[in-house]
């Protein structure tokens, strides 16, 4: 072992201070911070920026709405073709009085569903955009 000698490039001074200055701890401390700081706006700050946008942007929540209706519309429609189907295949046919019963039945069933998914969409996404801004106090 008394061959070997320590290595001597350490490359332990990335920013290039004087390891002899008396203020070396500090400068090195402040070109650490600066660095850190650097990478911290570079690499989180456009994190932080999209998220405050969107926990203050009032146009979320309408568009969460419209989406949970879109979703709510299109499962209705769906539904309402497949039953069509259905009664087809069986080789059934609703008279004139008993598919106007349906599509009263499906129209108040579908307002209600629309109206539900509007309100808890509305809901979820103001208690998320309170929770992004920290206040997980209900907001009325």
């Known amino acids: 072992m008394a061959g070997l000698a320590p290595p001597t490039n350490f490359n332990?001074?990335?920013?290039?201070?004087?390891?002899?200055?008396?203020?070396?701890?500090?400068?090195?401390?402040?070109?650490?911070?600066?660095?850190?700081w650097a990478q911290w706006t570079s690499n989180f700050l456009?994190?932080?920026?999209?998220?405050?946008?969107?926990?203050?942007?009032?146009?979320?929540?309408d568009k969460a709405m419209a989406s949970a209706s879109t979703s709510v519309n299109q499962a209705f429609d769906a539904q309402q073709g497949a039953t069509q189907r259905r009664l087809k295949g069986l080789g059934l046919t609703l008279d004139d009085e008993e598919q106007q019963a349906a599509d009263r039945?499906?129209?108040?069933a579908r307002s209600l569903a629309d109206v539900t998914a509007q309100n808890v969409a509305g809901q979820r996404t103001r208690e998320r955009q309170q929770n992004v801004l920290g206040n997980p106090a209900p907001q009325i």
């Open 46 to 61: 456009p994190f932080e920026n999209d998220l405050i946008s969107y926990a203050k942007d009032p146009a979320v929540v």
């Open 12 to 36: 332990a001074n990335p920013y290039l201070i004087d390891p002899g200055a008396k203020d070396y701890a500090s400068q090195n401390y402040a070109a650490l911070t600066r660095d850190m």
């Open 105 to 108: 039945s499906y129209g108040l």
